[in-house]
């Protein structure tokens, strides 16, 4: 993990986060929290991720997402060298 994102205030973030019991509590927290482009921006590389897990190609994410080829070798480039987060929760949706 990147340690400049590890520090008191991210921690007491994630604790936050932690608390949420159910998808109604998190769109409250996060509309609290984020702005909606901000919310939305998260959703984007979270959808641009599974697509690219998916094998598709960087334009037929473009068309579905609207995200720009920066976003998406953005989001590739953290599936790749990242620190698995992502494959972390696709594993976990998995499961449910």
């Known amino acids: 993990m990147n340690k400049k994102i590890?520090?008191?205030?991210?921690?007491?973030?994630f604790n936050a986060i932690?608390?949420?019991?159910?998808?109604?509590?998190?769109?409250s927290f996060f509309e609290d929290l984020c702005t909606v482009n901000e919310l939305l921006s998260l959703s984007q590389r979270?959808?641009?991720a599974s697509m690219l897990r998916d094998h598709k190609t960087y334009l037929?994410?473009?068309?579905?997402?609207?995200?720009?080829?920066?976003t998406i070798s953005r989001v590739n480039r953290s599936l790749n060298y990242g620190d698995?987060?992502?494959?972390?929760?696709?594993?976990?949706?998995?499961?449910?």
């Open 6 to 13: 590890r520090t008191d205030a991210v921690d007491h973030l």
């Open 18 to 27: 932690l608390c949420l019991q159910n998808k109604e509590e998190c769109y």
């Open 46 to 48: 979270f959808e641009v």
């Open 60 to 70: 037929e994410i473009a068309e579905k997402t609207g995200a720009s080829t920066a």
């Open 84 to 96: 698995d987060g992502y494959e972390l929760v696709f594993e976990r949706m998995q499961e449910e």
